[in-house]
């Protein structure tokens, strides 16, 4: 079964993050430059408090008509976490993901914040998981 840990040690552990003071509008710029749907939020003891993600952008500032200059980050980001550890399997981030409805999990390694998985890491890594299965099944069958 794969682990959290594996999909970490394949993608890597970067983690790209935010203060809660930072204009909407700079996290806005950092999602864009690193190809990222949220961002980690953090103290100034880089202690994980929250999570930004285009979904808070466009329901609390985009339809709100707020500006995203004008607004920190911690008006919008989500304080509710649901995080993960790396000992996890990914059939229990899944499960974790629909039932919430998010898209990314925080990993943390006791207080550590250690990286982050997305539900298309989580996608990749079941369907790779599956291909590995029937490839499996298929020399099985064919008794190669």
């Not at 394949?10 to 990222?36: C, I, Q, T, W």
């Not at 990314?104 to 390694?109: A, C, E, K, R």
Request: contains cysteine; charged residues 30%.
């Amino acid at each position: 079964m794969t682990t959290v840990r594996d999909v970490l040690d394949r993608k890597g552990r970067n983690v790209f993050a935010v203060g809660p003071d930072a204009p909407v509008y700079r996290a806005l710029e950092l999602m864009s430059e690193k190809h990222v749907g949220a961002l980690m939020v953090l103290d100034e003891d880089r202690h994980l408090i929250g999570v930004v993600s285009e979904r808070d952008y466009a329901r609390k500032i985009a339809l709100e008509g707020k500006s995203s200059k004008g607004t920190p980050v911690r008006d919008i980001m989500t304080t509710k976490l649901f995080c993960v550890s790396p000992t996890q399997n990914i059939d229990e981030c899944m499960s974790l993901m629909t039932d919430k409805s998010v898209r990314h999990l925080p990993v943390l390694d006791g207080d550590r914040l250690d990286g982050v998985i997305s539900i298309g890491d989580v996608v990749k890594s079941m369907l790779s998981q599956q291909e590995f299965i029937i490839e499996q099944l298929e020399h099985f069958i064919s008794g190669r």
